[in-house]
Protein backbone atom coordinates (compact mmCIF):
# COMPACT_ATOMS: atom_id res chain seq x y z
CA UNK A 1 0.00 0.00 0.00
CA UNK A 2 1.21 3.19 -1.09
CA UNK A 3 2.58 5.67 1.80
CA UNK A 4 3.05 9.66 1.30
CA UNK A 5 4.40 12.55 3.58
CA UNK A 6 2.43 15.47 2.00
CA UNK A 7 3.46 19.03 3.53
CA UNK A 8 1.39 21.96 2.10
CA UNK A 9 2.50 25.22 3.24
CA UNK A 10 0.76 28.77 3.63
CA UNK A 11 2.23 31.70 3.22
CA UNK A 12 0.67 34.97 4.28
CA UNK A 13 3.25 38.27 4.21
CA UNK A 14 1.46 41.68 5.31
CA UNK A 15 3.04 45.34 4.38
CA UNK A 16 2.44 46.15 7.75
CA UNK A 17 1.31 44.90 11.25
CA UNK A 18 -2.06 43.36 10.85
CA UNK A 19 -4.08 42.52 14.34
CA UNK A 20 -7.75 40.35 15.06
CA UNK A 21 -6.69 37.43 12.26
CA UNK A 22 -9.22 34.93 12.60
CA UNK A 23 -9.34 32.02 10.10
CA UNK A 24 -10.52 28.89 8.75
CA UNK A 25 -9.02 25.69 7.72
CA UNK A 26 -9.36 22.68 5.96
CA UNK A 27 -6.29 20.91 5.98
CA UNK A 28 -7.54 17.37 7.70
CA UNK A 29 -7.30 14.79 5.19
CA UNK A 30 -10.53 12.74 5.00
CA UNK A 31 -9.63 9.33 6.97
CA UNK A 32 -12.20 5.96 5.47
CA UNK A 33 -11.53 2.65 4.50
CA UNK A 34 -9.55 4.14 1.61
CA UNK A 35 -6.91 6.10 3.67
CA UNK A 36 -4.96 5.87 7.42
CA UNK A 37 -3.63 8.96 8.77
CA UNK A 38 -0.20 7.66 10.69
CA UNK A 39 0.55 11.24 12.08
CA UNK A 40 -1.07 14.94 11.36
CA UNK A 41 0.45 17.93 12.36
CA UNK A 42 -0.43 21.43 12.21
CA UNK A 43 2.31 24.28 12.80
CA UNK A 44 0.67 27.96 12.72
CA UNK A 45 2.37 31.17 13.36
CA UNK A 46 2.49 32.37 17.03
CA UNK A 47 1.44 28.79 17.73
CA UNK A 48 -2.37 29.34 18.20
CA UNK A 49 -4.84 27.12 19.29
CA UNK A 50 -7.10 25.88 16.97
CA UNK A 51 -10.26 24.47 17.85
CA UNK A 52 -11.85 21.60 15.35
CA UNK A 53 -15.76 20.71 14.16
CA UNK A 54 -16.90 18.67 11.70
CA UNK A 55 -19.25 21.12 9.46
CA UNK A 56 -22.61 20.63 7.77
CA UNK A 57 -20.80 17.98 4.75
CA UNK A 58 -18.56 15.92 7.48
CA UNK A 59 -15.46 17.75 6.67
CA UNK A 60 -13.15 18.69 9.61
CA UNK A 61 -12.53 21.84 10.11
CA UNK A 62 -10.34 24.15 12.03
CA UNK A 63 -10.66 27.22 13.33
CA UNK A 64 -7.98 30.17 14.91
CA UNK A 65 -6.96 33.23 15.98
CA UNK A 66 -4.15 35.47 16.14
CA UNK A 67 -4.74 38.90 18.17
CA UNK A 68 -1.67 40.38 18.54
CA UNK A 69 0.00 42.45 15.62
CA UNK A 70 2.25 40.61 13.47
CA UNK A 71 3.20 41.00 10.04
CA UNK A 72 3.16 37.24 8.25
CA UNK A 73 1.21 34.41 8.71
CA UNK A 74 2.91 31.06 8.07
CA UNK A 75 0.39 27.95 8.34
CA UNK A 76 1.89 24.57 7.62
CA UNK A 77 0.09 20.96 7.48
CA UNK A 78 2.21 17.49 7.56
CA UNK A 79 0.61 14.66 6.98
CA UNK A 80 1.84 10.92 6.81
CA UNK A 81 -0.89 8.51 4.65
CA UNK A 82 -1.19 5.73 3.64
CA UNK A 83 -3.47 4.65 0.82
CA UNK A 84 -5.49 2.09 0.15
CA UNK A 85 -7.07 0.76 -3.32
CA UNK A 86 -10.65 1.37 -3.82
CA UNK A 87 -13.65 -1.67 -4.66
CA UNK A 88 -15.12 -0.52 -8.31
CA UNK A 89 -18.76 -1.27 -8.77
CA UNK A 90 -19.59 -4.02 -10.03
CA UNK A 91 -22.11 -2.78 -12.56
CA UNK A 92 -24.08 -5.81 -12.82
CA UNK A 93 -27.78 -4.29 -11.56
CA UNK A 94 -30.61 -3.14 -14.09
CA UNK A 95 -30.44 0.53 -15.95
CA UNK A 96 -33.63 1.17 -15.00
CA UNK A 97 -33.82 0.37 -11.36
CA UNK A 98 -30.98 2.30 -11.10
CA UNK A 99 -32.19 5.75 -12.51
CA UNK A 100 -35.62 5.15 -10.90
CA UNK A 101 -33.31 4.99 -7.30
CA UNK A 102 -31.62 8.17 -8.56
CA UNK A 103 -34.85 9.77 -9.61
CA UNK A 104 -35.94 9.31 -6.23
CA UNK A 105 -33.06 10.77 -4.41
CA UNK A 106 -34.40 14.68 -5.31
CA UNK A 107 -36.77 14.38 -2.32
CA UNK A 108 -33.84 13.14 -0.40
CA UNK A 109 -32.19 15.77 2.10
CA UNK A 110 -28.93 13.97 1.83
CA UNK A 111 -28.72 14.60 -1.95
CA UNK A 112 -30.55 17.94 -2.49
CA UNK A 113 -27.79 19.93 -2.36
CA UNK A 114 -25.49 17.31 -4.84
CA UNK A 115 -28.39 17.75 -7.27
CA UNK A 116 -29.66 20.96 -7.66
CA UNK A 117 -27.86 22.71 -10.25
CA UNK A 118 -26.50 26.14 -10.87
CA UNK A 119 -27.18 28.55 -13.32
CA UNK A 120 -25.78 28.11 -16.90
CA UNK A 121 -26.98 29.85 -19.45
CA UNK A 122 -25.72 27.20 -22.05
CA UNK A 123 -27.61 24.37 -20.80
CA UNK A 124 -29.97 23.84 -24.02
CA UNK A 125 -27.13 23.75 -25.69
CA UNK A 126 -24.72 21.45 -23.31
CA UNK A 127 -28.25 18.96 -23.31
CA UNK A 128 -27.64 18.73 -27.20
CA UNK A 129 -24.12 18.21 -27.37
CA UNK A 130 -24.55 15.32 -24.45
CA UNK A 131 -27.92 13.93 -26.00
CA UNK A 132 -25.65 11.08 -28.20
CA UNK A 133 -23.66 10.33 -24.77
CA UNK A 134 -25.73 9.54 -22.61
CA UNK A 135 -28.26 7.04 -22.65
CA UNK A 136 -30.69 5.75 -19.91
CA UNK A 137 -30.29 2.24 -21.44
CA UNK A 138 -26.76 2.40 -19.94
CA UNK A 139 -26.25 2.75 -15.96
CA UNK A 140 -25.48 5.52 -14.00
CA UNK A 141 -22.08 4.59 -13.84
CA UNK A 142 -21.19 4.15 -17.58
CA UNK A 143 -22.99 7.23 -18.30
CA UNK A 144 -20.77 9.29 -15.34
CA UNK A 145 -17.40 7.73 -16.36
CA UNK A 146 -18.14 8.68 -20.33
CA UNK A 147 -19.35 12.15 -18.91
CA UNK A 148 -16.14 12.21 -17.38
CA UNK A 149 -14.27 11.18 -20.14
CA UNK A 150 -16.42 13.76 -23.02
CA UNK A 151 -14.24 16.68 -20.63
CA UNK A 152 -10.97 14.83 -20.60
CA UNK A 153 -11.17 14.86 -24.44
CA UNK A 154 -13.16 17.49 -25.47
CA UNK A 155 -11.65 20.48 -22.77
CA UNK A 156 -7.63 21.62 -23.24
CA UNK A 157 -5.97 21.62 -20.15
CA UNK A 158 -4.03 24.86 -19.90
CA UNK A 159 -2.86 26.94 -17.38
CA UNK A 160 -3.45 30.65 -17.13
CA UNK A 161 -6.42 30.66 -19.90
CA UNK A 162 -8.80 31.00 -16.69
CA UNK A 163 -8.73 32.85 -13.93
CA UNK A 164 -10.57 32.96 -10.64
CA UNK A 165 -13.15 35.17 -12.32
CA UNK A 166 -13.66 32.90 -14.75
CA UNK A 167 -17.61 31.09 -14.68
CA UNK A 168 -18.20 27.70 -15.35
CA UNK A 169 -20.06 29.10 -18.19
CA UNK A 170 -17.04 30.89 -19.57
CA UNK A 171 -15.07 27.52 -19.32
CA UNK A 172 -17.74 25.71 -21.69
CA UNK A 173 -17.33 28.67 -23.69
CA UNK A 174 -13.33 28.54 -23.83
CA UNK A 175 -13.46 24.60 -24.05
CA UNK A 176 -10.60 25.03 -21.33
CA UNK A 177 -8.77 25.31 -18.27
CA UNK A 178 -7.80 23.22 -15.18
CA UNK A 179 -8.65 20.70 -12.65
CA UNK A 180 -11.26 22.51 -10.70
CA UNK A 181 -12.26 24.37 -14.16
CA UNK A 182 -13.20 20.65 -15.38
CA UNK A 183 -14.44 19.31 -11.74
CA UNK A 184 -17.10 22.20 -11.90
CA UNK A 185 -17.92 21.38 -15.38
CA UNK A 186 -18.12 17.64 -14.49
CA UNK A 187 -20.92 18.92 -12.18
CA UNK A 188 -22.91 20.83 -14.19
CA UNK A 189 -22.91 17.43 -16.90
CA UNK A 190 -23.79 15.25 -14.17
CA UNK A 191 -26.18 16.96 -12.33
CA UNK A 192 -27.96 18.17 -15.88
CA UNK A 193 -28.65 14.31 -16.07
CA UNK A 194 -29.92 13.65 -12.48
CA UNK A 195 -26.72 12.46 -11.04
CA UNK A 196 -26.05 13.31 -7.71
CA UNK A 197 -22.63 14.74 -8.14
CA UNK A 198 -19.94 16.93 -5.52
CA UNK A 199 -17.06 18.87 -5.42
CA UNK A 200 -13.66 17.29 -3.86
CA UNK A 201 -10.50 18.78 -2.93
CA UNK A 202 -7.47 16.96 -2.17
CA UNK A 203 -4.35 15.78 -3.75
CA UNK A 204 -3.01 13.77 -6.09
CA UNK A 205 0.44 11.72 -4.98
CA UNK A 206 3.39 10.66 -7.32
CA UNK A 207 3.25 6.78 -8.30
CA UNK A 208 5.39 6.58 -10.87
CA UNK A 209 2.93 6.90 -13.70
CA UNK A 210 2.96 10.97 -14.76
CA UNK A 211 -0.77 12.49 -13.75
CA UNK A 212 -2.15 16.09 -14.30
CA UNK A 213 -1.95 17.70 -10.93
CA UNK A 214 0.71 15.32 -9.31
CA UNK A 215 2.68 17.07 -6.49
CA UNK A 216 -0.08 19.82 -5.74
CA UNK A 217 -3.60 20.66 -4.42
CA UNK A 218 -6.17 18.98 -7.23
CA UNK A 219 -10.35 19.02 -7.48
CA UNK A 220 -12.21 16.21 -8.95
CA UNK A 221 -15.88 15.02 -8.83
CA UNK A 222 -17.74 12.23 -6.78
CA UNK A 223 -20.73 10.67 -8.54
CA UNK A 224 -23.53 8.48 -6.44
CA UNK A 225 -23.78 4.86 -7.93
CA UNK A 226 -26.90 3.19 -6.97
CA UNK A 227 -25.98 -0.15 -4.50
CA UNK A 228 -22.25 1.33 -4.62
CA UNK A 229 -22.18 4.65 -2.85
CA UNK A 230 -19.77 7.95 -3.81
CA UNK A 231 -17.18 7.03 -6.72
CA UNK A 232 -14.70 9.49 -7.74
CA UNK A 233 -13.81 10.44 -10.88
CA UNK A 234 -11.15 12.69 -11.88
CA UNK A 235 -12.00 14.74 -15.54
CA UNK A 236 -8.52 16.51 -15.43
CA UNK A 237 -7.17 12.65 -15.71
CA UNK A 238 -9.73 10.76 -17.43
CA UNK A 239 -9.41 8.18 -14.57
CA UNK A 240 -11.62 6.98 -11.60
CA UNK A 241 -9.98 8.18 -8.29
CA UNK A 242 -7.30 5.73 -7.06
CA UNK A 243 -5.03 5.22 -4.29
CA UNK A 244 -3.02 8.42 -5.33
CA UNK A 245 -5.75 10.72 -4.65
CA UNK A 246 -6.36 12.09 -1.32
CA UNK A 247 -9.12 13.90 -0.12
CA UNK A 248 -9.15 17.09 2.11
CA UNK A 249 -12.58 18.39 1.60
CA UNK A 250 -16.25 17.54 -0.04
CA UNK A 251 -18.75 19.92 -1.00
CA UNK A 252 -20.92 21.47 -3.50
CA UNK A 253 -18.86 23.24 -5.08
CA UNK A 254 -14.97 24.67 -4.71
CA UNK A 255 -16.35 27.54 -1.90
CA UNK A 256 -17.44 24.95 -0.05
CA UNK A 257 -13.38 23.06 0.41
CA UNK A 258 -11.78 26.50 0.78
CA UNK A 259 -8.26 24.87 2.13
CA UNK A 260 -7.28 28.56 3.73
CA UNK A 261 -9.42 31.62 4.66
CA UNK A 262 -10.26 34.43 7.26
CA UNK A 263 -9.91 38.03 8.06
CA UNK A 264 -8.08 40.37 10.05
CA UNK A 265 -7.74 44.15 10.66
CA UNK A 266 -4.93 45.96 8.75
CA UNK A 267 -3.26 47.29 5.46
CA UNK A 268 -4.93 45.49 2.61
CA UNK A 269 -1.52 45.06 0.58
CA UNK A 270 -0.06 41.75 1.09
CA UNK A 271 1.81 38.80 -0.96
CA UNK A 272 0.51 35.40 -0.65
CA UNK A 273 3.15 31.92 -1.26
CA UNK A 274 1.70 28.33 -1.49
CA UNK A 275 3.24 25.06 -2.01
CA UNK A 276 2.87 21.46 -1.70
CA UNK A 277 5.16 18.89 -1.29
CA UNK A 278 4.76 15.23 -1.71
CA UNK A 279 7.22 12.41 -0.48
CA UNK A 280 6.78 8.49 -1.76
CA UNK A 281 8.19 7.05 1.78
CA UNK A 282 8.68 3.97 0.07
CA UNK A 283 11.05 5.66 -2.65
CA UNK A 284 12.83 7.94 0.42
CA UNK A 285 12.54 10.37 -2.13
CA UNK A 286 10.75 13.59 -3.33
CA UNK A 287 8.92 12.90 -6.34
CA UNK A 288 6.94 16.09 -7.07
CA UNK A 289 7.75 19.50 -5.65
CA UNK A 290 5.60 22.23 -6.52
CA UNK A 291 7.35 25.48 -6.56
CA UNK A 292 6.25 28.84 -4.57
CA UNK A 293 3.71 30.70 -6.18
CA UNK A 294 3.05 34.24 -5.28
CA UNK A 295 0.15 36.69 -5.64
CA UNK A 296 -0.21 40.21 -4.51
CA UNK A 297 -3.00 42.67 -3.79
CA UNK A 298 -3.07 46.50 -3.24
CA UNK A 299 -6.03 48.52 -1.61
CA UNK A 300 -7.51 50.97 -3.30
CA UNK A 301 -6.80 52.90 -0.03
CA UNK A 302 -3.85 51.39 1.63
CA UNK A 303 -3.73 53.64 4.66
CA UNK A 304 -7.37 52.82 5.47
CA UNK A 305 -7.91 50.07 8.33
CA UNK A 306 -9.87 47.49 6.78
CA UNK A 307 -12.09 45.37 8.98
CA UNK A 308 -12.89 42.54 6.43
CA UNK A 309 -10.89 40.27 3.95
CA UNK A 310 -13.05 37.13 3.97
CA UNK A 311 -13.98 37.63 0.17
CA UNK A 312 -10.40 37.94 -1.29
CA UNK A 313 -8.49 35.67 0.85
CA UNK A 314 -11.33 33.00 -0.24
CA UNK A 315 -10.41 34.62 -3.91
CA UNK A 316 -6.40 34.03 -3.16
CA UNK A 317 -6.91 30.36 -1.81
CA UNK A 318 -9.05 29.76 -5.19
CA UNK A 319 -6.44 31.57 -7.67
CA UNK A 320 -3.83 29.20 -5.87
CA UNK A 321 -5.95 25.82 -7.03
CA UNK A 322 -6.52 27.80 -11.02
CA UNK A 323 -2.70 27.54 -11.12
CA UNK A 324 -2.60 23.54 -10.88
Same mark, same amino acid.
Given at each position: ?????????? $????????????N????????? !??? +?????????????????? &??? @???????????????? /?F? +??????????? &????????? =???? +?????L????????????? /?????? %??? =????????????????? !?????????????????T????????????????????? $?????? /???????????????????????? +????? !????? @???????????P?????????????????????????????????? $?T???? &?E?????????? %?????????Y?? =???????????????????? #?? #???
Amino acid at each position: MPSYTINHIT $HYRYSSKVIDCANQIMLYPIVD !AQL +EVKNHTIKITEDPVVETF &VDY @FGNHVGVFSIIKPHSK /LFI +ESIAEVITKPI &VLPKDDGDA =KSQW +EILKNLKYNMLYVDFLKPE /LFPSSE %EVK =KTLKDFVAEEKTPYQNA !ATLSEYVYKNFIYKKGITNIGTKTEEVWQLKAGVCQDFA $HILLIF /LRMFNIPSRYISGYICPKGKEMRG +EGATH !AWVEA @FIPDYGWLGLDPTNNCIVSDQHVRLATGRNFADCTPVKGTYKGSGE $HTLEVS &VEIKNSAAKKTI %EKEGLRKYSYEA =KNPGEPVNSYRHYLEVQQQQ #QQ #QQQ
